[in-house]
Structures are given as structure tokens and as C-alpha cells.
């Protein structure tokens, strides 16, 4: 293939914002990038985090998607727009919406606009605990299949039918309107095709199988039966559905003529299959059977592929699921992850910013530019001096011990009620002290995962790092190295995830075969190796058993009421 006659887009769709990237399909090379924040998640609207619930407005991905497009594209080289040959896209997940018959998001349709039970429910929205518990409970005792059993065992409030059950409960109008619900990830390849029917949908395997507890060995979704049995608020929304799902080297169809007209775009455009950000950036990771993928940001998410099973498919307990398909076509995909990684981080800057956001901002007789540039300079200074101040401390084996579940514990063994703590603080527990336990807890929150896989037989033959945390935290990842003991490889590209969106575009509009020969030309490579230090890692194994000890006795001892 020759170099600029084919172009494609990655869009990756993050917590906080849209990015587009447009690269070279020859070899991966990037021509362009854009980043849009969305205005109303900005401003904090639909959210409120003391009750869990983080919802986001149709209408701040559907702006920001398009002005993304068209900003990158303004900064490609000239006639870029025609070199397009395809477009897939990921989100975060789970993140489901209640739609009409047209599969519109109810909060575009009248007197909805402002309901935030009529908007995207967002992955880390935790307002279903009850919800998630009972279907657990139902799933092991009601006496037919275990729907829970490729998810882990155990179903989490972070995923599509705990979500959807509690708003049905909690919201008599959106529960009359809604007609089906679909996932982010399917709605915005189905709108850039105009073909969002909730009965013709396609919808991404990523999703169904890790998320929604479809399986191809019950037909799809799990039963009308099981569904009466948990609530009867359920009946009849499995027929309205979906029964088949689809890997992402599958398209869904052309850019539409009115999304072209507003992009710039031909209608010649391929849009794929849509997935999840941490399944498409495994990809763009270049993953391979029993290497680990962590995508390190807000949260963490751990990807694995192994070989289909000839027999009987073993079963790996507590994690986000096994599914044919989910990462790369044709192999088994294995997701873990953390709840909170960055966000720990990004709570400790908040707590210490209090008496800034408080008291300094509200001193009289003061420039406002002034206080608000000083402000801005201490907030961005904040993480990088702890993290200057923290590597300097030696390892305490009897200092601080921190617990990382401040947004509950997705795996192993999904309980987002739990919470988090900190441990073994006296008068001398200053800020990078307790900063460097709390960097140390997210360390040690991933070796759990990782130990879960190995104990369940899942070899793991390397580590691969993606993400914010890996390009901009030394710290962060050699502790991480360190605790693992294991070395992690960072990924070259700034947009991990956005290229594996773009590796399968190429492979949806017929550029490559499969995804796997895209990635082996697309790929970027690795930049840097972090190697575990063996004298700190036999260190980290005496913490790590304290921080066991502290997980155990937290999850016994304390029962959360949400």
C-alpha cells in the first residue's frame, strides 16, 4: 500500500472529551488530531457525585463529534477529506441510553431534554448497586442458567442491565417512553449511517458479551424468563433488542449523505462496528495472545486475548468477562480493570486545593486574573511535586497502607460499594507520604488482577501500558513495575486508542484483511521500558501482603448502604 492515497479515522470518545485522528493507512502514521471537550460535562451539569451519578447529554457528543471532524481535517494537508477510505469509533463503557422507536435518545425528544435518566449513563455512573446485587442474587438462585457466568460470576452497577433496571424503577416517564436502549458505542456508528433502528442496529460484541451477558451458546441475550424473574418491569424489552452481535472488523454501512454534507465527507466512507476505548486501544497497543494491555487514565482497564478453547471454555472468576471476538476477531477477549486509578490521584489534588478554591479565591482586594493565574499555576503544580517528593521517600514496609476503592472495585470480583481507606497515619504523615501509599494502593489494586488471572490458569507473558499515566508519570510506572515485578512496555503513540479506532477502519473498508495484518503495519511501536527493581519489588511484597490483609478485613468488617 502506498503511503498518503488512503487515509482513516479513529475517533475515541473519553470521559471528558472527543478526539479524532486521521492516519495514514500505509503505516499508521499521524496526519492529524483534534480534541473537543463536551460543554455540559465541563460545567458539571447531570452529574451529582455525591449520590454516583454522572450522566452526559447526547447533544455534547453529537457537537463535539463534529466539530472534531472538521477541525482535524482543517489541519490535514490539503485534499485529505477525499483520501478517507473509513471511520470507527470507541467509547467508554458501559454506557447505555434509553431510545425511541427511531432510536433517538429520548433526551432529544420533547420534554426530555433536561432528564438525566433520558441521557447516557456513564460507565462510572454507580446509582445501580442495588440493582447490580439483585441480578446477582437472581442469576445464582433462580434455579435455570447462570447468566453471570462469562462475566465473571458476578455482575457489576457499572454495566448495561443494572443501569437500565434502576431507571426503569426510578423514572415512571422515561420507563413509558422508552422503546429499547442502546450502548455509546452503537449509537454513534448507527447515527453517522443513519441506521439507528434498535431492531436493525448492529450492535458491538465488545458490549453484548462483556456488559450485557451475551452469549452465542443461549442465543444471545439471557432469557424472557430470567429477565420476569428479576423485575417484570423487564418484560418484553429483550425482543426489543437485539439477538446478534458483531465483532469490530465488520461495517455497518456508509457515511450517510447528511453527515457527509456536514463533515465534508464522501458517502463512499465505511463506518464500522463500534467498540469499547480499551478494546480498540488494546489493538492499537498492538496486543497478542497473553500479553497484558493496561489502559491507565481515570480508571484502568486490562486486556488479554488468549486462543479460543478446542473444548469446553474455562471459566475465569471475578473479572469483567470472556468473550469470542471482543478485542480481535477470532480469539478469546479478557477484560479487567480497575474503578479508580488517575481519578485516586485526582481526589488527593482536589482534597489539598480546598483552601485555594475557598479562601484564596475569594480573598477581596485582588486582581481576579491574578488569583485565578495563581490558582491555575498551583492546581497544574501539585502532582508533579508530589510525585518529585514521593520518589525520594524510601519504601516504608511499616509506613502508610492505602486501599484504592475510592469508586468501588471492579475486579477482582466486582463490589461497588465498597470504599476506600487509609491506614497507619501518625503526626508525621505529611502530603507526599500519603501521596506515594496512595500511588502504591493503585499498584497494588493491579496486581490483585493480575494475580486473579494467573491463579486461573491465564499465563501472562508481558505488560503493555497505554493511556495519560504511562506518557506523563515516571513515578507512577516504575512503582507500578516495581509491584508487579514484572516490566511494562510503553506504547509509542500519544493516541493508543484512537489508532486501534483507526486500525479498524482500515480493516472495515477493505484496506487489510484483518485486524491483525493492520496492526503489524499501523502499529507505532514501543518507547520506553520500565523494569522492576528486584530489591524494591521483595520490598512491595511485604506491602502487598499488609494491603491483602486491609482488603480483607475492609470487606468483612464494613457493610456500605448506598
Known amino acids: 500500500m502506498n503511503e498518503n492515497e488512503n487515509y482513516v479515522i479513529g475517533i475515541d470518545f473519553g470521559t471528558d472529551s472527543v478526539r479524532t485522528l486521521i492516519v495514514d493507512a500505509a503505516d499508521g502514521s499521524e496526519i492529524a488530531v483534534d480534541v473537543q471537550y463536551y460543554p455540559r460535562w465541563q460545567k458539571g451539569e447531570f452529574c451529582d457525585p455525591v449520590k454516583n451519578q454522572f450522566r452526559q447529554h447526547p ?78 442474587q437472581v442469576a445464582r ?3 435455570g442458567e447462570d447468566f453471570t457466568k462469562y462475566v465473571g460470576g458476578v455482575y457489576s452497577s457499572e454495566w448495561f442491565w443494572s443501569k437500565i433496571l434502576h431507571i426503569l424503577r426510578e423514572d415512571k416517564r422515561v420507563r413509558e417512553a422508552a422503546f429499547s436502549w442502546v450502548e455509546h458505542c452503537d449509537w454513534i456508528p448507527a447515527m453517522l449511517a443513519a441506521d439507528t433502528a434498535p431492531l436493525t442496529m448492529k450492535r458491538s460484541r465488545t458490549a453484548a458479551g462483556h456488559k450485557a451477558m451475551w452469549h452465542a451458546s443461549w442465543d444471545g441475550l439471557p432469557s424472557e424468563e430470567f429477565f420476569v424473574r428479576l423485575d417484570p418491569l423487564l418484560k418484553g424489552l429483550r425482543e426489543r433488542l437485539y439477538k446478534d452481535s458483531y465483532t469490530g472488523d465488520v461495517p455497518v454501512g456508509k457515511l450517510s449523505p447528511e453527515w457527509a454534507k456536514r463533515l465534508g465527507l464522501s458517502t463512499d466512507v465505511i463506518i464500522g462496528v463500534g467498540s469499547f476505548d480499551a478494546h ?27 486462543e479460543m478453547p478446542k473444548e469446553g471454555e474455562h471459566l475465569v472468576k471475578g473479572i ?27 481526589w488527593f489534588k482536589e482534597l489539598l486545593l480546598w483552601p485555594i478554591e475557598k479562601i484564596f479565591m475569594n480573598i477581596p482586594d485582588m486582581d481576579k486574573l491574578t488569583k485565578y493565574n495563581l490558582a491555575d499555576e498551583i492546581a497544574n503544580a501539585v502532582i508533579p511535586e508530589l510525585s518529585r517528593a514521593a520518589e525520594k521517600l524510601p519504601i516504608d514496609e511499616n509506613g502508610i497502607v492505602a486501599l484504592d476503592w475510592l469508586n468501588g472495585r471492579r475486579t477482582p470480583d466486582a463490589n461497588q460499594a465498597l470504599k476506600g481507606a487509609i491506614t497507619r497515619l501518625n503526626l508525621g504523615s505529611d502530603a507526599p507520604r500519603i501521596f506515594r501509599a496512595l500511588v502504591e494502593a493503585t499498584a497494588f489494586g493491579a496486581k490483585k488482577i493480575v494475580d486473579r488471572f494467573v491463579q486461573e490458569g491465564v499465563a501472562i507473558n508481558g505488560v503493555i501500558a497505554i493511556g ?52 503489524r503495519s499501523m502499529g507505532r511501536g514501543f518507547e520506553k521500558v520500565y523494569y522492576p527493581n528486584p530489591e524494591n519489588a521483595a520490598k512491595y511484597q511485604k506491602l502487598y501482603e499488609r494491603y491483602s490483609r486491609l482488603c480483607e478485613f475492609i470487606e468483612n468488617e464494613f457493610t456500605f448502604a448506598e
Not at 441510553?97 to 455512573?125: H, I, Q, R, S, Y
Not at 486501544?281 to 486486556?303: F, N, Q
Not at 486508542?497 to 496492526?519: F, K
Request: net charge negative.
Open 59 to 136: 447533544l455534547d457528543y453529537i457537537e463535539s463529534l463534529e466539530k472534531s471532524i472538521k477541525n482535524a481535517l482543517s489541519k490535514a494537508p490539503g485534499g485529505a477529506a477525499e483520501k478517507i477510505r473509513g471511520i470507527s469509533v470507541d467509547t467508554t463503557g458501559s454506557t447505555p441510553c434509553a431510545v425511541d422507536e427511531k432510536g433517538t435518545p429520548l433526551a432529544l425528544t420533547p420534554g426530555f431534554e433536561n432528564n438525566p435518566n433520558a441521557m447516557f449513563v456513564l460507565w462510572k455512573d454507580h446509582t445501580a448497586v442495588k440493582e447490580a446485587e439483585e441480578i446477582n
Open 320 to 346: 469483567c468477562g470472556q468473550v469470542d471476538g471482543s478485542i480481535v476477531p477470532g480469539v478469546l477477549g479478557m477484560e479487567a480493570g480497575q474503578s479508580a486509578f488517575g481519578d485516586v490521584y485526582a
Open 141 to 143: 438462585n433462580w434455579g
Open 468 to 519: 495519560g499515566i504511562p506518557k506523563k508519570s515516571a513515578f507512577v510506572m516504575q512503582v507500578s513495575a516495581d509491584v508487579l515485578n514484572m516490566p511494562i512496555k510503553v506504547v509509542a503513540s500519544e493516541q493508543a486508542v484512537a489508532l486501534g479506532s483507526a486500525i479498524a477502519a482500515a480493516t472495515v473498508s477493505g484496506l487489510y484483511p484483518t485486524i491483525e495484518s493492520a496492526q
Open 280 to 306: 480498540f486501544g488494546a489493538i492499537g497497543a498492538e496486543i497478542e495472545p497473553h500479553m497484558l494491555v493496561k489502559v491507565m487514565g481515570t480508571s484502568t482497564c486490562d486486556m488479554i486475548t488468549t
